[in-house]
T-cell receptor, first 113, second 113 residues
Framework: SQQGEEDPQALSIQEGENATMNCSYK?????LQWYRQNSGRGLVHLIL?????REKHSGRLRVTLDTSKKSSSLLITASRAADTASYFC?????????????FGKGTHLIIQP | DSGVTQTPKHLITATGQRVTLRCSPR?????VYWYQQSLDQGLQFLIQ???????AKGNILERFSAQQFPDLHSELNLSSLELGDSALYFC????????????FGEGSWLTVV
C-alpha cells in the first residue's frame, strides 16, 4: 500500500501560473522528499524536508511540511512547459527499505504553453 | 544524469522466460534499491542491498531475486515471467543512511508478451 497520497492526481495549468501539489501520509516520518519523473524516465530528486522543518525553498520550488496534519505541499512558481512531469512525494516510513522511501502515486502536471 | 546506470533500457520477452536486469550505483554509494513501477501499482519497493548484503525486503515475488556483488553492482533476476510483470524497473542508490537522498537510474522497460 502507498504511504503518501498526492492530490490532485492530475493538474493542468497555463505556463507562468503557479502549481501546487499536496501530499498526505499516514505514519510518523523523519523526512519527506519530492521527486519529478518525466514520462518514462527516471525519478529526479527535487528537495528533502526534515520533520523538524516547516518550509524549504529551492529555486522556483517551495515545500512545506505540517507534521501535525501529516501533509506536505509542493509549490512550483512561474511554471514552464519543461515542468510538465509527474511529481511524487516519498517518505521514510516503513515499507520502503531499511532507509529507503515509500512513494505515493504521484500528481501528473501538465503545463500548457 | 544521476550516476546510476541500468541496463538494458528496454527488453521484450515471452511469458515463462527469465531476464536479468543490471545496475551500477553511483560512485561511493553502498546501498542499492530495486523498485517496480506499473500503472496500477505505482512505485513499489522490491528489495534493498547494502554493501553486498540484503538489508530490507518489500513486495518482491518469490520468482524474483536479486544480489549485490563485491564491486557493488546489483542484478535483479526475474523468472517464470508473466504478462503482469510488464513494468518499468528502477534501480536506485544511496549512501545507505537514514535521511539520505536516493538517486534513481533511468529504468529498464520490461514487456512480457
Amino acid at each position: 500500500s502507498q504511504q503518501g497520497e498526492e492530490d490532485p492526481q492530475a493538474l493542468s495549468i497555463q505556463e507562468g501560473e503557479n502549481a501546487t501539489m499536496n501530499c498526505s501520509y499516514k505514519t510518523s516520518i523523519n523526512n519527506l522528499q519530492w521527486y519529478r519523473q518525466n514520462s518514462g524516465r527516471g525519478l529526479v530528486h527535487l528537495i528533502l524536508i526534515r520533520s523538524n522543518e516547516r518550509e524549504k525553498h529551492s529555486g522556483r520550488l517551495r515545500v512545506t511540511l505540517d507534521t501535525s496534519k501529516k501533509s506536505s505541499s509542493l509549490l512550483i512558481t512561474a511554471s514552464r512547459a519543461a515542468d510538465t512531469a509527474s511529481y511524487f512525494c516519498a517518505t521514510d516510513a516503513p515499507g520502503g527499505g531499511a532507509d529507503g522511501l515509500t512513494f505515493g502515486k504521484g500528481t501528473h502536471l501538465i503545463i500548457q504553453p | 544524469d544521476s550516476g546510476v546506470t541500468q541496463t538494458p533500457k528496454h527488453l521484450i520477452t515471452a511469458t515463462g522466460q527469465r531476464v536479468t536486469l543490471r545496475c551500477s550505483p553511483r560512485s561511493g554509494d553502498l546501498s542499492v534499491y530495486w523498485y517496480q513501477q506499473s500503472l496500477d501499482q505505482g512505485l513499489q519497493f522490491l528489495i534493498q542491498y547494502y554493501n553486498g548484503e540484503e538489508r530490507a525486503k518489500g513486495n518482491i515475488l518469490e520468482r524474483f531475486s536479486a544480489q549485490q556483488f563485491p564491486d557493488l553492482h546489483s542484478e535483479l533476476n526475474l523468472s517464470s515471467l508473466e504478462l503482469g510483470d510488464s513494468a518499468l524497473y528502477f534501480c536506485a542508490s544511496s549512501v545507505g543512511q537514514p535521511g539520505n537522498t536516493i538517486y534513481f537510474g533511468e529504468g529498464s522497460w520490461l514487456t512480457v508478451v
